[in-house]
């Protein structure tokens, strides 16, 4: 994952398919862009579709022969599922194995019972960043909502004061730590070693998730002062069960990719030698294909059979993980596919020159353009797919963790203010039954604090590191 094939790498510096100069690329860009926000905004046209009418128009407008902006767009498209797909779909076994086997509700009750007052939205926080690691989400969302709402009514607590923390700790996960969509699109556009992003983003993830949860509920709780709504509670998988995995089981593998990959990043830093063995065989089992895989088989018995599950039960439940995540993986392909249309049309090479008359850091510069497309179009896949794309050239000469930073920075901007054109947005209005005043005050508030927050512990950190 450090490093694409030979063949990727080539693919990505093929000759620019038309000789446009700057002012044309730059109004072909604009338009491009301003194709795929009309198509998902106004017209409403799903984001695989808008984003790969955008790539076309993107190279009609740039003056690039159709067949040629074609051949952009597949090779992006499929390069991009190659080196990220597998992990979506190995990502969303292990959720769903989570999920139904009860170990997400053995870890919630587990935490809950040993929290109360004060710790509550400190519990929540944790309980959603830890569940959060491997599900997506609107999953994690649909899995969390009843805890928040039962302990929010029991415990006779705002509901803002104990959602808040819920959705920070879900949002954070899903827009800076691998193995979530967006950041493994970013490390794939700029080559990054995901091994220290993942552990960079931990360290932005921390204290980022602390101010936007637990801290900001505070407010959130006074300006939004609402009780939990008496609405239908989606059932808890484990309600169905007669048992279920233990709190030591489902934690540890939720945490076993993570160790692993992380055990190769260390390595890669102590060891430092291609050719030595130890680093090596950590090459090998620090991988994210070795790391996710192991985790699915594990869970397989830590989670699936400890819950009593059948091998007929376990493979539904693996056909059920995968047929939601169609729609994720095409809008992530898709976005390849638009990248590498950039690319390949010379955008990549007009921002690097671009830039070099411009006083901003690179890192900056990319935490705003992805701030931009997210706003546009709502979607914090598409503005980190298509933020990594523009600046996927300015990632030339960089060092491991200035990549890993620089993927940080696109995943912070891409959670920026979620506003109505954001599914989001309206999954939880609905849920929490708020007004669309009431969403933004709080929700749209936190998300923007997770990004301005990440953003510039990302810009701190490039300092010292």
């Known amino acids: 994952m450090t490093h694409l094939s030979v063949e990727m790498l080539a693919a990505d510096a093929v000759e620019p398919i038309t000789s446009a100069g700057h002012a044309q690329l730059g109004i072909a860009v604009l338009a491009g862009i301003a194709v795929i926000v009309l198509l998902i905004t106004k017209f409403k046209v799903h984001a695989f579709l808008a984003l790969t009418i955008g790539s076309l128009a993107l190279g009609a407008f740039a003056g690039a022969p159709l067949d040629k902006a074609i051949a952009s767009f597949t090779t992006g498209l499929g390069s991009t599922v190659a080196g990220v797909g597998v992990l979506i779909a190995l990502g969303a076994i292990l959720g769903k194995l989570l999920a139904d086997s009860g170990g997400a509700d053995q870890i919630v009750d587990t935490i809950l019972a040993r929290a109360s007052g004060r710790a509550m939205p400190w519990a929540m926080v944790l309980i959603a960043s830890v569940i959060g690691l491997p599900l997506f989400f609107e999953v994690g969302i649909v899995l969390l909502i009843p805890v928040v709402l039962m302990v929010a009514r029991r415990g006779n607590y705002s509901l803002m004061r104990i959602g808040i923390p819920a959705l920070a700790g879900l949002s954070v996960m899903h827009g800076l730590i691998p193995p979530h969509p967006g950041p493994l699109v970013a490390i794939d556009a700029v080559h990054a070693n995901l091994g220290i992003t993942l552990a960079l983003g931990v360290l932005v993830a921390i204290p980022t998730v602390i101010i936007a949860g637990p801290v900001f509920s505070k407010f959130a709780a006074r300006w939004v002062d609402v009780p939990a709504p008496d609405r239908m509670i989606p059932a808890r998988a484990s309600e169905e069960l007669e048992k279920r995995p233990s709190f030591g089981a489902s934690v540890a593998t939720i945490l076993l990719p993570v160790v692993m990959m ?116 709502g979607s914090a896949t598409v503005a980190t797919v298509s933020a990594a794309g523009l600046v996927a050239p300015l990632a030339a000469g960089m060092t491991d963790t200035h990549l890993a930073l620089l993927v940080l920075a696109i995943g912070a901007g891409s959670l920026f203010f979620s506003h109505v054109n954001d599914a989001g947005f309206w999954l939880v209005k609905e849920y929490f039954g708020l007004s669309v005043g009431q969403t933004v005050k709080t929700w749209s508030v936190m998300e923007t604090i997770i990004s301005v927050v990440a953003g510039g512990l990302v810009l701190l950190l490039s300092l010292v590191i």
């Open 262 to 377: 992380l055990s190769k990043a260390l390595v890669d830093i102590v060891v430092d030698d291609p050719k030595d063995s130890v680093q090596r065989v950590f090459d090998v089992v620090g991988s994210p294909l070795i790391a996710l895989l192991a985790a699915v088989v594990v869970g397989m018995f830590t989670l699936g059979r400890a819950a009593g599950f059948s091998k007929g039960r376990l493979q539904s439940t693996v056909e059920k993980s995968l047929a939601p995540i169609a729609g994720v993986l095409l809008i992530v392909g898709a976005g390849g596919g638009f990248k590498q249309t950039l690319i390949d049309s010379g955008v990549g090479q007009m921002v690097l020159d671009i830039s070099k008359d411009w006083s901003i850091p690179t890192l900056l510069l990319a935490w705003l353009i992805a701030v931009v497309i997210r706003l546009a179009t």
